[in-house]
C-alpha cells in the first residue's frame, strides 16, 4: 500500500489495517523466536506400613514336663515383618503372670521366657518390650527362637489336670 492510498482511506479501515498489520508483525516474531518448552511428570506411590507377628510352635510345647526341670527349651519361632521407616518393638504378656497354672486351682510352675536368644523374663499380665529395632528398615520374616526355663515340681506336690499359660506376643510401630 502506498503512503497516498493510506492517506485517502476513512478512520475505520486506518484502525483495521494497523491492528492487522501489528499482528502479523507479533506472529511472525513468535515463529522466528521458537524456544524450548519444558514440562514435568511427577510419579508419586505409597506404601503402606506393614507391622506383623506369625508364630510356629515348637518341641513340646503342648506338653511340657513340668515335673523335671528344664533350661532354655524351644516352645516356638516368632517371625517378625516390618517395613516401618522407624523401627519397631516386640512385646509379650503372659495370661498367669509366667506360671503355668492349673485350669481348676491355683497349682503352677513358674518359668522364664528369652527371646532371641536374649535375657530372661519373667512376664506378668502387662505388655514388656523383648526387643527393639531401633532403625527403620524392612525385615521380612526375621525369626527369633522363644525359649522356656523352669524348676520342675514334683508330681505329688500338683494337683492333677491340665496346666497352662497364654503368652501374647505384640508388633508395634516405633
Known amino acids: ?7 485517502n482511506t476513512d478512520m ?5 489495517l494497523v ?8 506472529v511472525s516474531s513468535t515463529f522466528a523466536e521458537s524456544r524450548p518448552s519444558t514440562a514435568s511428570l511427577t510419579l508419586t506411590a505409597i506404601v503402606n506400613e506393614v507391622v506383623t507377628l506369625a508364630i510356629t ?6 506338653n511340657l514336663d513340668v515335673h523335671n526341670s528344664q533350661t ?14 522407624k523401627g519397631y518393638l516386640v512385646k ?8 503355668i497354672r492349673n485350669l481348676n486351682g491355683n497349682d503352677g510352675v513358674h518359668y522364664s521366657l528369652k527371646y532371641g536368644g536374649g535375657p530372661a523374663f519373667s512376664l506378668s499380665t502387662n505388655d514388656q518390650t523383648l526387643s527393639e529395632k ?3 528398615g524392612v525385615y ?4 527369633k527362637d522363644v525359649t522356656i526355663s523352669y524348676q520342675g515340681v514334683p508330681q505329688t506336690y500338683l494337683s492333677a489336670g491340665v496346666y497352662r499359660d497364654i503368652i501374647t506376643f505384640t508388633i508395634e510401630s516405633k
Not at 12 to 16: F, G, M, N, S
Not at 92 to 99: C, T
Not at 140 to 143: E, I, M, Q, Y
Open 92 to 99: 509379650a504378656r503372659s495370661e498367669n503372670n509366667s506360671y
Open 72 to 85: 532354655d527349651i524351644p516352645v516356638a519361632t516368632v517371625y517378625e515383618t516390618s517395613n516401618s521407616n
Open 140 to 143: 521380612n520374616s526375621a525369626p
Open 1 to 7: 500500500m502506498r503512503l497516498q492510498d493510506f492517506k
Open 134 to 136: 531401633t532403625e527403620g
Open 19 to 26: 491492528v492487522l498489520m501489528i499482528s502479523s508483525i507479533s
Open 57 to 62: 510352635p515348637k518341641g513340646d510345647y503342648s
Open 12 to 16: 475505520k479501515h486506518k484502525i483495521a
